[in-house]
């Protein structure tokens, strides 16, 4: 089960807290199943969810990163109104929190999961390169159990300052 603990201020994202997703063994060994569905908020602001009735409601960005599967052949069974489920491995605790967040706040959200990611890669790669200057400093230290000997290096990055000792 994934659970919204704390959520940031504001009339959308404050009544995810507490909201869950509950994520069910499949029929398939070591895979989880969730049915999809995702939050939306209407004119009065109240969020509800929305289950996903065709695959083509399904974000590209789920597509492209979930397994997809029909509720029937995920679990066995049958059930009016349930389509459509994600698959993630027992273990895999980043999966089901990115379909958390996918799901639940990207949809109440005014920026899409593609257009947040084309902004980051933007912000990288305006970002400057990190300056990182090492410097020998010519000292020559021994170990004095097993006399290996070693050279002191100075390090700087941005406002930090390191020292290593490498083998010389």
């Known amino acids: 089960m994934v659970k ?3 959520c940031p ?3 959308h994202f404050s009544q995810l807290e507490g909201n869950t997703m509950l994520f069910q063994p499949s029929l398939r060994e070591d895979l989880l199943y969730d049915i999809i569905s995702f939050s939306r908020a209407d004119e009065n602001n109240r969020v ?3 289950i996903v009735e065709s695959l083509n409601d399904v974000p590209v960005a789920i597509r492209q990163n979930f397994e997809i599967k029909p509720y029937a052949e ?3 069974k049958t059930a009016p ?3 459509w489920v994600t698959l993630t491995h027992v273990e895999d605790e980043k ?3 990115t379909l958390f967040l996918l799901e639940r706040a990207w ?3 005014t920026v899409t999961p593609e257009q947040k990611l084309r902004m980051l890669q933007q912000e990288e790669k305006q970002r400057p390169e990190k300056a990182k200057t090492e410097i020998d400093t010519g000292q020559m230290l021994s170990c004095p159990v097993c006399g290996d000997k ?3 290096r100075h390090i700087e990055k941005e406002t930090k300052t390191q020292h290593r000792l490498k083998k010389a």
Request: no cysteine.
């Open 48 to 50: 509800s969810r929305r």
């Open 150 to 152: 070693l050279r002191l």
């Open 107 to 109: 949809t109440l959200s």
């Open 74 to 76: 995920a679990t066995g």
């Open 9 to 11: 201020a504001g009339i």
């Open 81 to 83: 109104g349930k389509h």
């Open 95 to 97: 999966a089901v929190v």
């Open 4 to 6: 919204a603990v704390k």
